[in-house]
């Protein structure tokens, strides 16, 4: 079927409840980044553009060279918005074919993209950014796994580091796990980055109250 009849967000979950049956969380984010590069999918949360938040962020926040990384890039936009603010930038996907378009979109890029998994990742990462970036990756993971992955980005952060969180809002106390991706995230599971020595220090409801941002530092 051509991509532009396909209903991306139905398409997801259909690939995503595949890879859960078989126990493998991330094990549809290849195919429909795959799918996606030979014009067979669609992805739901690709706009083309920088997060707004981040944008706004980086707009006040220049890097002056500090090392920044990127959590499940995607196709760059927050990535290559850090490199042009200054920031020294490492970003990475869990999808090969991520990384492939990505280099594709951007042949001239100043960033390292590679492949890695938020759930496994290289333990020279382990306290070593200024400023790490969490935008809706950690929730499009089902929370069997969720903790794991909110302890690998806080496990990033270097001493006197930032880390910046965006995610879907989850207004029900008792989430349906049959529904996703996206698992959006509760105030506790924001509130949960705060661990090992990070500390929340901002945590607000933007867009409507649809969406959280917060920030979080590591005690020096």
């Given amino acids: 079927m051509p991509a532009d009849r396909i209903d991306p967000d139905e398409d997801t979950r259909r690939r995503a409840g595949h890879a859960l049956a078989a126990g493998d969380p991330t094990g ?8 996606a590069e030979a014009g067979d999918a669609v992805l739901p949360w690709y706009r083309g553009e920088p997060c707004p938040e981040l944008a706004a962020w980086a707009r006040d926040h220049p890097g002056e060279g500090r090392r920044a990384l990127v959590v499940g890039c995607g196709m760059g936009d927050d990535a290559e918005l850090l490199a042009e603010t200054g920031y020294d930038t490492e970003a990475f ?3 090969p074919s991520a990384i492939k378009a990505v280099l594709d979109r951007f042949p001239d890029t ?3 993209y590679r492949t890695a998994d ?5 333990a020279e990462w382990r306290h070593a950014f200024d400023l790490v970036v969490e935008i809706l990756t950690v929730q499009s993971l089902p929370r069997t ?17 930032l880390a910046l969180v965006g995610a879907v ?6 989430p349906d796990e049959r529904e996703g991706p996206p ?4 105030r ?5 980055f705060a661990r090992d020595g990070v500390t929340l220090t901002r945590l607000d409801r933007v867009r409507d109250g649809r969406r959280w941002w917060a920030e979080l530092t590591r005690e020096a």
């Fill in 145 to 161: 796994v969720r903790a794991t992955a909110i302890g690998s980005v806080s496990g990033f952060l270097a001493p006197d580091g």
């Fill in 169 to 174: 809002v989850e207004e029900s106390p008792a």
């Fill in 183 to 186: 698992w959006p995230l509760t």
């Fill in 118 to 122: 938020l759930l496994d990742p290289p």
């Fill in 110 to 112: 100043r960033v390292a």
């Fill in 188 to 192: 506790a599971e924001v509130e949960s």
């Fill in 28 to 35: 549809w984010f290849e195919p429909l980044y795959a799918a």
């Fill in 93 to 95: 996907d869990v999808s």
